[in-house]
């Protein structure tokens, strides 16, 4: 593996660190904030001592090619993407924005801890859902599934009237049919792609008083991506995001305890393709600047 391309962790001389996140370095300059997406990457709550190849490109292009293909639903907070020497292709300038303190998720299938929720009470954030659901299965209509922000852990799977009761319930309102919105015509461009996106992960903050899209978008971070081709409802699903380190974390039955393990060569770089083919097949390009 070409260590050479892996980035773990930025400094910018002149900019103020604003926070070292478990993927981007954020960064400030008094006006705005710059997003480097490095290529850490966490598995059961640790950041992992190996980076992926790539792996913060691939999330900022993926993130600047959701941003356009949904700019007529949602102002967002991008600004530019002329960053200081050595950052290019991972790193974005975006608007300050007041974050809306819960995440908006949308789920099209039954998987990860919807599955969970499902297999324990028949429902997902309070949701009546149908009996008899395998896991994988599509659900007859996407749903909103909001959670808390953690600060450090996962984060944790909310009532629509909880999401309500933290940020009002009109202010929920919007941010759960913007969130539907989105997903499904997300969800209806990547099938058409070969890629199924059964669920993911959306930020939002305000910006001049508008609802706007921020931080990672439809990447295989905040997202599961499945290919269509081997969709088979009835278990788990071979992806495209990092479910390949966690099989392997869960083979080699590390107790998700500190130190967290480092990956061999092959399974890093083998991630590293996985979300690779995600951005390729998506967009339909290479990987700008890709090695």
Same mark, same amino acid.
């Given at each position: 593996?070409?260590?050479?391309?892996?980035?773990?962790?930025?400094?910018?001389?002149?900019?103020?660190?604003?926070?070292?996140?478990?993927?981007?370095?954020?960064?400030?300059?008094?006006?705005?904030?710059?997003?480097?997406?490095?290529?850490?990457?966490?598995?059961?709550?640790?950041?992992?001592?190996? @980076?992926?190849?790539?792996? $913060?490109?691939?999330?900022?292009?993926?993130?600047?090619?959701?941003?356009?293909?949904?700019?007529?639903?949602?102002?967002?907070?991008?600004?530019? =993407? &002329?960053?200081?020497? $050595?950052?290019? @292709?991972?790193?974005?300038?975006?608007? #300050?924005? &007041?974050?809306?303190?819960?995440?908006?998720?949308?789920?099209?299938?039954?998987?990860?801890? @919807?599955?969970?929720?499902? *297999?324990?009470?028949?429902?997902?954030?309070?949701?009546?859902?149908?009996?008899? %659901? #395998?896991?994988?299965? +599509?659900?007859?209509?996407?749903?909103?599934?909001?959670?808390?922000?953690?600060?450090?852990?996962?984060?944790?799977?909310?009532?629509?009237?909880?999401?309500?009761?933290?940020?009002? $319930? &009109?202010?929920?309102?919007? %941010?759960?049919?913007?969130?539907?919105?989105?997903?499904?015509?997300?969800?209806?461009?990547?099938?058409?792609?070969?890629?199924?996106?059964?669920?993911?992960?959306?930020?939002?903050?305000?910006?001049?008083?508008?609802?706007?899209? +921020?931080?990672?978008?439809?990447?295989?971070?905040? =997202?599961?991506?499945?290919? %269509?081709?081997?969709?088979?409802? $009835?278990?788990? *699903?071979?992806? !495209?995001?990092?479910?390949?380190?966690? &099989? !392997?974390?869960?083979?080699?039955?590390?107790?998700?305890?500190?130190?967290?393990?480092?990956?061999?060569?092959?399974?890093?770089?083998?991630?590293?393709?996985?979300?690779?083919?995600? !951005?390729?097949?998506?967009?339909?390009?290479?990987?700008?600047?890709?090695?």
């Amino acid at each position: 593996m070409n260590t050479s391309n892996v980035v773990l962790e930025t400094h910018v001389p002149g900019l103020k660190l604003r926070a070292r996140g478990k993927v981007r370095d954020i960064y400030d300059d008094g006006q705005r904030l710059l997003f480097v997406a490095t290529d850490r990457i966490s598995a059961f709550d640790y950041i992992l001592a190996t @980076g992926i190849p790539e792996k $913060g490109r691939v999330l900022t292009e993926m993130t600047l090619f959701w941003l356009d293909f949904l700019r007529d639903m949602a102002p967002n907070h991008y600004l530019s =993407s &002329d960053v200081p020497p $050595g950052l290019e @292709g991972r790193a974005m300038w975006v608007k #300050r924005a &007041d974050m809306i303190e819960i995440e908006c998720v949308a789920r099209g299938y039954i998987s990860g801890s @919807g599955w969970k929720d499902y *297999q324990r009470t028949g429902a997902v954030c309070g949701i009546p859902l149908p009996a008899g %659901l #395998r896991e994988s299965d +599509a659900l007859p209509e996407p749903i909103f599934t909001p959670a808390t922000k953690a600060q450090s852990g996962h984060d944790e799977n909310i009532s629509f009237e909880q999401a309500a009761a933290i940020v009002g $319930g &009109d202010l929920a309102a919007r %941010l759960r049919d913007l969130t539907l919105a989105i997903y499904k015509r997300a969800a209806d461009y990547a099938r058409e792609r070969g890629i199924i996106i059964a669920d993911t992960k959306f930020e939002f903050g305000i910006v001049d008083g508008e609802i706007t899209l +921020a931080d990672e978008v439809l990447t295989p971070d905040s =997202s599961r991506f499945w290919p %269509l081709e081997t969709y088979s409802p $009835g278990g788990a *699903q071979p992806s !495209y995001d990092k479910q390949f380190v966690r &099989d !392997y974390l869960e083979s080699i039955h590390w107790n998700k305890q500190p130190p967290a393990p480092a990956l061999p060569a092959e399974i890093a770089q083998r991630t590293s393709e996985k979300y690779k083919d995600a !951005y390729r097949a998506l967009t339909g390009r290479e990987l700008p600047g890709a090695r």
